[in-house]
Structure formats: structure tokens, C-alpha cells
């Protein structure tokens, strides 16, 4: 059911020290209107979304996309990611994986310095997530950075919106504001930023690109947050910048990966599979563990490897890899008694790529033990379950089919995580495992 939103006031360009000014102006407004349904402030939390969309961005400086800068993956977006990819010779995907976004930002930075301004409408922050607006936020600060634009500081638009209470027609309130100028103008601003957030409410910060604990703003954000949000399944290089994620987790910023979510059917599946005693006696079998997931990033099949190494506790002693039709990765690690355990995550290229890059294929988990009540496949469509057992085991295997996530969207996931948020040991666990299969590249 979509959540209906009423404006208190359209955006309104406002300079950065008007900003507290306007937002006691709106809801002075408010408290002395007449007849109209009583507003007040939400009181929940305060998000900063840091929004950078480039991919839109340089498209539309190419040329191939004349739409809204939003972030939304549409049927135009899609079209003109397909347009740059077939002039550039690229794989056809539709989508902007490391490959098509490195060719953009090369075929960019080629342009005239005259012909980097990108004269598209920027609609970000006002494209409101009905999930999210759902959970009643305070307020939400949206940073968008600009492409080939002379710096000339930082500007803001503030308006409010309110999800409709039916009850006694009162309506719950929440603030938007929306800075944009380029990353070194919002860069400086980060103190201010900070001071935006609600004191005494919980602070999330949602940043939509990749992290870099090296970049001023996401070092300064992630010091006030009490949540960094981000989503490995649009990691430009997910292997160094899962790394990444183990740092900050190593400095005590609590991190929340959007794709690990996306991961719940499989683990459930695979727990599932060894309740039964009997199955459950040979867990410790299991010395083969071959993981297919759709090329292009390989995050979710390092996480999953690093959950499943986690709860036997298995220590990984090497790493290889090698890219070809497959991208193919071996690890080896040792187990319970010294017994060494194999794994193989292969990349394997499919003819229709879903919505988020790298989703899972297809498992298969089996023993050297031909005794071993353990062989289990799990696949997420009937290719994947043909390859799995075309691999062949001398064991009679279980079977299942994974169903995905109804809606695998990060806006769904991030008003499912703002319900839930707090330390998650499993996860932090699970990449601590990973982040140890990385560094032995």
C-alpha cells in the first residue's frame, strides 16, 4: 500500500545559516493555521543520505540520457546504460557495473571542460521512498554531489512532508533537506552537517556509493553516526572495499550492509538442510563447497563463504583466482582435525541479470566422505540447479529451490534495518571470516 505524503511547503532554495530559520518558519506556519490538520515534528531519527547517482550523471554528460537526475533505475536509465555500453563495446547488461562506470568516468574526463556542465534537471532529494517515509524520520539531510561544475559552494532546499494519520486527522511530520555543490563544497560542510542531525535521536547515515574511509566527509559522518548504511551489491571493487568495511568495524563503527539481508533465504535454507540429527552429525563432512553467483560482483558469494566458514569454524589458509568466461575463485581453508576444506566461487555470466548485481546461483555442498550424509544444492533457478548437479557426488544430494526476497530494493531493506538497528554479531563475524579469505590475495 503506498503511503500518501501532504507538502507543508514546496522546496524553497534557502542559503545554509537560513536553514533553522526556515524550519521554524514552516511549523510556526503550522501551529497557527486555520482549519488545517494539526502537524507536528516527527521524533524517531535523523538520516543523512549521501546520494551521489554519478552513473546518471555522466551519462546525460555523454549524451545518452536527457531524463531527471533520481537515481532511479528506470526503463529510460536502462536504455541509455544499454546505448553506452553497445558505442563502447561493452557487455550489454543494462546495468552500470565496474566496467561500464570506469568507461563512463573515462569518456568524461575527455570532454571539453566547457561540456562537463550537466544541464539535466536534479531531482535528488525530493524522490521521497514511501518505505522509508513510512518510518516516520525526523528529518533527513540528502547530499548531492555535482559532476563537471565550477565549485561555488554549497546550496540548500528545505521542505517537510507528512505520511497521513487517519486518527483524529493529526499528521506526523518530517523534515527534508537537500545540499548540493561538489564533493570538495560538501566536503567543508561536514561540521555543519553534523549539527543538522536531531540531538538525542538516533543517527544513521545511508551512504550510496562506495565507502572510503579515506574521503574527509565519510570519515567525519561515520564518527556521528550511530549506523553507517551501506550496500555491497553496487561496490565498484566489493573485495577491497569489504576490506574496508572489517576496518571500520575494527574501529567500533557499526556497520550495516544492505546485501547481507539480500543473503537470508540461502542461510535459512542451508541451516534447514542439517536439522535433521543425522544430517546434522556429518556437518563436519563437508569438505567441498562450490558457490555460483551472476558475474560482476562477487560480495555476496564472499559473505556467504565467510558465514558458512564462520559457524565451522574453518580457518582459510589460501587464495587463488583466475578470469575468464567464469571468474573463478579458490579457497582452502582447514577445519575440525586439520581436514582441509576446498571451496570454489565462480562467476558465471547469465542471459537475464536481475535487478542487484552479483545475486547467488547456485551451492552445492559435499564430502570427500562418500559415507557423509551431507550433499545439499540449493539454486535459485533450474539452470543454476542443472549445473550444481551436473558436478556429480557419489552421495544423493537434497535439493531445494531458493526463493528470493520478495523485494530485494535497498529502500525496502533500509526501512526493514531502521526497524532492527543494533549491533549484528553475525555479520560482523561472517566479514571478520571473509575479510581474513582477502587479505591471503
Known amino acids: 500500500m503506498n503511503t500518501p505524503l501532504v507538502a507543508l511547503q514546496k522546496p524553497k532554495d534557502i542559503s545554509l545559516g537560513e536553514i533553522e530559520a526556515e524550519l521554524s518558519q514552516i511549523w510556526l506556519s503550522q501551529s497557527s493555521g486555520q482549519g488545517a490538520p494539526l502537524a507536528s515534528r516527527a521524533s524517531t531519527f535523523s538520516m543523512v543520505v549521501y546520494e551521489p547517482e554519478e552513473f546518471q550523471q555522466l551519462l546525460a554528460g555523454l549524451g545518452f540520457y536527457s531524463g531527471i ?14 546505448a553506452a555500453q553497445k558505442q563502447y563495446n561493452l557487455n550489454i547488461t543494462g546495468r552500470v557495473d565496474p566496467e561500464t562506470l570506469a568507461k563512463l568516468r573515462e569518456e568524461f574526463d575527455k570532454l571539453p571542460l566547457e561540456k562537463r556542465k550537466i544541464e539535466n534537471l536534479d531531482a535528488r532529494g525530493f524522490q521521497i521512498s514511501e518505505a522509508i517515509a513510512a518510518e516516520n524520520p525526523c528529518r533527513i539531510i540528502t ?34 533537506l537537500t545540499l548540493r555543490g561538489t564533493k570538495d563544497a560538501l566536503s567543508r560542510v ?15 547515515v545511508w551512504w550510496k556509493a562506495t565507502p572510503n574511509p579515506e574521503q574527509e566527509l565519510f570519515r567525519h559522518l561515520a564518527k556521528q553516526s550511530h ?40 542461510q535459512e535454507l542451508t541451516a534447514a538442510a542439517f536439522d535433521p540429527p543425522e544430517r546434522r552429525q556429518s556437518l563436519h563432512e563437508i569438505d567441498n563447497i562450490t558457490i555460483d553467483y551472476e558475474k560482476g560482483n562477487d560480495s555476496q558469494a564472499l559473505m556467504f563463504l565467510g558465514w558458512f566458514a564462520s559457524r565451522l569454524g574453518w580457518q582459510p589458509i589460501s587464495y587463488s583466482s583466475e578470469s575468464n568466461d567464469y571468474d573463478i575463485t579458490r579457497v ?21 541479470a536481475g535487478e542487484i548485481p552479483g545475486d547467488l546461483v547456485g551451492l552445492r555442498l559435499t564430502s570427500s566422505n562418500p559415507s557423509a550424509d551431507c550433499c545439499t544444492i540449493l539454486c535459485s533457478e533450474t539452470t543454476g540447479c542443472m549445473r550444481m548437479e551436473a558436478g556429480g557426488s557419489a552421495q544423493s544430494c537434497r535439493t531445494e529451490q531458493v526463493t528470493a526476497l520478495s523485494d530485494q530494493k535497498a529502500e525496502l531493506l533500509m526501512a526493514q534495518q531502521l526497524q532492527r538497528w543494533g549491533r549484528d554479531v553475525l555479520y560482523e563475524e561472517s566479514l571478520a571470516v571473509t575479510a581474513r579469505v582477502l587479505k591471503l590475495r
Open 332 to 352: 582452502s581453508f582447514k577445519g575440525q582435525c586439520d581436514r582441509e576444506i576446498h571451496a570454489e566461487l565462480a562467476g558465471v555470466p547469465v542471459g537475464d
Open 190 to 204: 561536514g561540521d555543519m552537517v553534523s549539527s543538522l542531525m536531531v540531538p538525542g535521536l538516533p543517527k544513521f
Open 143 to 176: 547530499l548531492c554531489p555535482k559532476l563537471g561544475i565550477e565549485d561555488t559552494g554549497v546550496t540548500a532546499q528545505v521542505s517537510a512532508y507528512c505520511p497521513v494519520q487517519r486518527k483524529n486527522s493529526h499528521l506526523i511530520c518530517c523534515e527534508y
Open 69 to 82: 537526475i533520481d537515481g532511479i533505475h528506470g526503463e529510460q536509465t536502462r536504455r541509455s546504460i544499454e
Open 227 to 266: 549506523c553507517i548504511i551501506v550496500d555491497s551489491g553496487y561496490f565498484s571493487d566489493p573485495e577491497s572495499e569489504l576490506l574496508k568495511m572489517q576496518e571500520l568495524i575494527d574501529r567500533e563503527i557499526y556497520i550495516a550492509d544492505l546485501n547481507w539481508h539480500r543473503l537470508s533465504a540461502w
